[in-house]
């Protein structure tokens, strides 16, 4: 789906660096999230936003930061990359929930991220 | 907080076959149980979806089942194709205002030709 878009695609860092994975969807959803996929454990939510300038945690938010100045854009920034952190990152975004309706969520195409 | 369990983690079938994929919840207020399909290298996607108030929900060779009473619910795929390998998940929501989905763990189907 063009509409929501990762960058970079891939990226190798070095312990203890800054790094910011961007994401960019064109359907003004309301709502955007952050997941890490590990093996063994799913797709676990890192960071989630209900409109511009409304961010919560979910599961695992530790060593990451968000902000979502515009609808459109939902930056995640790892402050100070660990080993640990090493992982496959989707953004995924969603509209509103209807009443009985589909709660789907797009995903974009991921971030491979390898902490060295 | 909410948790799924998925079982199993690794399911290998004949082409033909049918595969069973099954998942438990924990939080009884979950309302929204979608299923994803997550082919190698690519992103995840939704093939199906069921809503607490409906107990069944079928797509062609696809299927959802829902016990609400026992907080699980069951993904059914009849007459595989090798295209349905892939790694699939299960998910539950409350949705509400956060629109969050908490997911299982993942199953890898391989289907054998």
């Known amino acids: 789906d063009a509409g929501i878009t990762q960058s970079p695609r891939y990226k190798i860092t070095e312990t203890g660096r800054q790094v910011t994975l961007m994401c960019h969807q064109t359907?003004?959803?309301?709502?955007m999230f952050w997941y890490r996929q590990d093996l063994g454990h799913g797709l676990r939510l890192i960071y989630y936003?209900?409109?511009?300038?409304?961010?919560d945690k979910g599961e695992v938010p530790d060593g990451y930061v968000v902000s979502r100045s515009k609808t459109e854009n939902f930056p995640l920034t790892l402050e100070s990359a660990t080993r640990s952190q090493t992982s496959v990152y989707f953004c995924?975004?969603?509209?509103?929930?209807?009443?009985?309706?589909?709660?789907?969520?797009?995903f974009g195409p991921g971030t491979r991220l390898t902490v060295l | 907080g909410e948790n799924v369990e998925q079982h199993p983690s690794t399911l290998s079938v004949q082409e033909g076959d049918s595969a069973v994929i099954k998942c438990t919840y924990s939080d009884s207020a979950s309302n929204y149980f979608p299923w994803y399909k997550q082919e190698l290298g690519k992103r995840p996607q939704l093939i199906i979806d069921i809503r607490s108030n409906v107990g069944e929900k079928k797509d062609q060779r696809i299927a959802v089942t829902l016990n609400k009473t026992a907080k699980h619910f069951s993904l059914h795929i009849t007459e595989t194709q090798p295209e349905d390998s892939a790694v699939y998940f299960c998910?539950?929501?409350?949705?509400?205002?956060?629109?969050?989905?908490?997911f299982g763990t993942g199953t890898l189907l391989a289907v054998q030709p």
């Open positions: 998910a539950a929501s409350r949705g509400g205002a956060t629109n969050k989905l908490i």
């Open positions: 936003s209900a409109a511009a300038d409304i961010t």
């Open positions: 359907w003004s959803h309301s709502y």
């Open positions: 995924a975004s969603s509209p509103p929930s209807l009443a009985g309706g589909r709660n789907e969520q797009f």
